[in-house]
């Protein structure tokens, strides 16, 4: 990145409250596609840094029949998006972290965390 790109301000600033993050290998690939994992900690990082108005539940990623597949890195933050009811599993019981994200599933988590926070 050059820090020209139009999308650059925005990136900086959700950086800075450290809801997003890179890669490990220091690179932010922006036109790579997004796991659901990987929604799942820019929404638990959202929910860290923001004032929610909604009560955790008691769900656990061990619910989930995949939950041997969750990535280590995403455990806290899908976790804290279950618990919120900002994203869930699938019918199967699975939540397929690995899996592209859809639009759908997208702007569904990101409305659910938008009616559960005190926007600053």
């Not at 990136?11 to 409250?17: G, H, V, W």
């Not at 009560?55 to 976790?79: L, R, Y």
């Amino acid at each position: 990145m050059t820090g020209e790109e139009w999308f650059a301000n925005s990136l900086y600033a959700l950086a800075e409250t450290d809801i997003i993050a890179g890669f490990t290998d220091g690179t932010f690939r922006p036109t790579s596609k997004v796991t659901r994992a990987e929604l799942a900690a820019i929404l638990g990082r959202a929910v860290d840094y923001a004032e929610v108005n909604a009560v955790e539940n008691k769900k656990t990623v061990d619910q989930f029949t995949d939950a041997a597949q969750i990535p280590q890195w995403a455990i806290a933050d899908i976790q804290t998006v279950i618990q919120h009811d900002i994203m869930q599993g699938f019918p199967n019981n699975s939540f397929a972290a690995e899996e592209q994200t859809t639009r759908a599933q997208a702007v569904t988590a990101i409305h659910n965390l938008l009616t559960k926070i005190n926007l600053k």
